[in-house]
């Protein structure tokens, strides 16, 4: 670019300065909604997977193979597509079908089911060796899972919580493709529609640089953690 160029991309994204903080704020607020509740919900249903699974936890074939299917049933939707298909049930829970509100919702819904998987293959890679050994100290089921499986799994946990988060700001980009705001919005109406480059190169630049601070911080709260 020269430097007329320059001045001018400047220029118009100083302007736009009020619009930008606003789409940034959308973006937190469904990352700040969104990565929480799948944490949560995710852990127990992979908990859920890994234990119904398991001969010393809590097994059960049947409710292993349901937990199975219906993961693997919302995992298989396009995120577009789901957005899509949740419109009536975000507009009935929350009220409307459009914002970040209401699109922390459908990330939630994706970032679940998506996060259980993952917390499922963390407690596959704790060694047998450490339940058994548990299990014949007499600790229960539940403490085996709270003390012992979370307790050993927990550097490959937060490495699958900084995947989701990274996963879940790439969803929110699409999301304000079909109302959902943020900073996927300020890029398809600026940067697509209206053909101002800058625009476009400036919030790919901010999305670039999150997930590398995201990632960055995930790894080293891993290596603190890492036993190994």
Do not use: C
């Not at 929110?172 to 529609?193: K, N």
């Not at 990632?215 to 036993?227: E, Y």
Request: net charge positive; aromatic share 8%.
């Amino acid at each position: 670019m020269g430097e007329l160029t320059w001045a001018k991309a400047i220029d118009n994204l100083w302007s736009m300065q009020s619009e930008i903080l606003k789409a940034t704020w959308e973006t937190l607020v469904m990352l700040g909604i969104s990565v929480p509740v799948s944490v949560f919900f995710g852990t127990l249903l992979g908990i859920g997977m890994f234990a119904t699974g398991n001969h010393m936890l809590f097994f059960s074939p049947t409710l292993n193979k349901i937990l199975d299917n219906v993961i693997n049933l919302i995992r298989a939707f396009p995120f577009v597509i789901l957005m899509v298909a949740m419109g009536p049930l975000t507009l009935l829970i929350i009220g409307k079908s459009i914002g970040p509100v209401a699109a922390s919702l459908i990330l939630s819904v994706s970032g679940m089911f998506y996060f259980a998987r993952l917390v499922e293959q963390n407690l596959r890679e704790v060694p047998r060796g450490i339940i058994e050994a548990a299990t014949s100290m007499g600790a229960s089921p539940m403490r085996i899972i709270g003390k012992v499986l979370l307790s050993e799994a927990r550097s490959g946990m937060v490495l699958s919580i900084t995947v989701l988060t990274i996963g879940l700001l790439s969803y929110s980009a699409a999301a304000g493709m079909i109302g959902g705001g943020g900073l996927g919005d300020l890029a398809v109406r600026y940067g697509y529609h209206r053909f101002q480059t800058d625009v476009m190169i400036f919030i790919v630049t901010v999305l670039v640089l999150a997930v590398i601070v995201i990632q960055s911080a995930g790894n080293r709260i891993a290596r603190k953690l890492d036993k190994r």
